[in-house]
């Protein structure tokens, strides 16, 4: 007998997994969201979670993928190269 819980993760073998250095791993089983689709999405310039819903509609149907999803998008947040910092210099006082 076979249990799967939603923990487990669920390889995806599709037409394209052998192409990637790793299989894809859903992440919300409600919605088919993978954990490449949040990394392409993150990379793309998803930053909340409320616009990585909206974007793939992950954790929108019965909730049991929330934790497991921000933990991906979090990963895939820190894989993101950091921007180089703004510089800013003050313009001199003119005197009048
Ligand atoms: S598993 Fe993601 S909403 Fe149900």
Known sequence: ?????WQVAILEYNENSYQSEKPAMYVCI???VTDKAIHKAVAGGVRTFAE?????AVSTCCG??????KQVM???LSAQP???AIRW???R???A
């Open 52 to 56: 990585l819903q909206e974007q793939t």
């Open 74 to 76: 979090a990963d895939a």
């Open 93 to 95: 006082m003119v005197s």
């Open 64 to 69: 049991q993928c929330t934790s497991c999803a």
């Open 82 to 84: 950091v921007p180089q």
């Open 89 to 91: 210099m003050p313009q």
């Open 30 to 32: 409600c919605n088919s």
């Open 1 to 5: 007998m076979l249990f799967i819980t």
